[in-house]
């Protein structure tokens, strides 16, 4: 009850295409959803981060959206540019953090030029 | 303000060895938390410290071990190295015991020989 299952294991997109990343959860509790971004040599930073109450979020090129009755949410980047290329990984955890963070396997994905 | 920061960044040791690694955290967070990174496995939780106190632990054996000093650095100790423990070990701090986002620093990668 505690995974989050992430997938594709890896993705290839073409520029300018839309790249998705799909997650699932299973435990009901969890209330904060954030994504990494994690570049060769250099630690995860934080992307984009949602909570349940809303469906989806924006910021620039990148959007989650957020299925509460499924379980599931997902990232998208608009129009991928080769800079996007990283390992994503997502997280769940629940509000005021009484116990870790979970986190997803991650995708390792690679835009063409 | 500076980041995370981990020592060393790279280790080579032997079978049976053991390691300490060092994490110094964003100034003014008081919680750190440990990961171990390996190919396929993603991020796998090892504990998390506040004001000096272990809050939670993931699944490893006894030979992974930690502390936290009272200006909030950590250190994380592996004894009896195997050759399963080679990785990026990363250190990841947050402000406080309950807050979400966690910033990560740049990893110790560990090779065991």
């Known amino acids: 009850q505690q995974q989050v299952k992430q997938s594709p294991q890896s993705l290839i997109v073409q520029k300018g295409g839309i790249s998705i990343i799909n997650c699932a959860y299973e435990?009901?509790?969890?209330?904060?959803f954030p994504w990494y971004q994690q570049f060769p040599g250099k630690g995860p930073a934080l992307l984009i981060a949602?909570?349940?109450?809303?469906s989806e979020k924006k910021e620039g090129r990148f959007t989650i959206s957020f299925n509460k009755s499924a379980k599931q949410f997902s990232l998208h980047i608009m129009d991928s540019q080769p800079g996007d290329s990283a390992t994503y990984f997502c997280?769940?955890?629940?509000?005021?953090?009484?116990?870790?963070?979970?986190f997803g396997k991650g995708t390792r994905l690679h835009i063409l030029p | 303000k500076a980041g995370v920061t981990q020592t060393p960044r790279y280790l080579i040791k032997t079978r049976g060895q053991q390691v300490t690694l060092s994490c110094s955290p964003i100034?003014?967070?008081?919680?750190v938390s440990w990961y171990q990174q390996t190919p396929g496995q993603g991020l796998q939780f090892l504990f998390e410290?506040?004001?000096?106190?272990?809050?939670n632990k993931g699944n490893f054996p006894g030979r992974f071990s930690g502390r936290q000093f009272s200006n909030s650095r950590s250190e994380m100790n592996v004894s009896t190295l195997e050759l399963g423990d080679s990785a990026l070990y990363l250190c990841?701090?947050?402000?406080?015991?309950?807050?979400?986002?966690?910033?990560f620093g740049p990893g110790t990668r560990l090779l065991v020989l």
């Open positions: 997280a769940a955890s629940k509000r005021n953090r009484d116990d870790k963070i979970i």
């Open positions: 410290y506040f004001s000096e106190t272990q809050r």
């Open positions: 990841a701090s947050s402000l406080g015991a309950h807050q979400e986002t966690q910033y």
């Open positions: 435990n009901t509790a969890f209330d904060y």
């Open positions: 100034s003014g967070h008081r919680s």
């Open positions: 949602i909570r349940p109450d809303v």
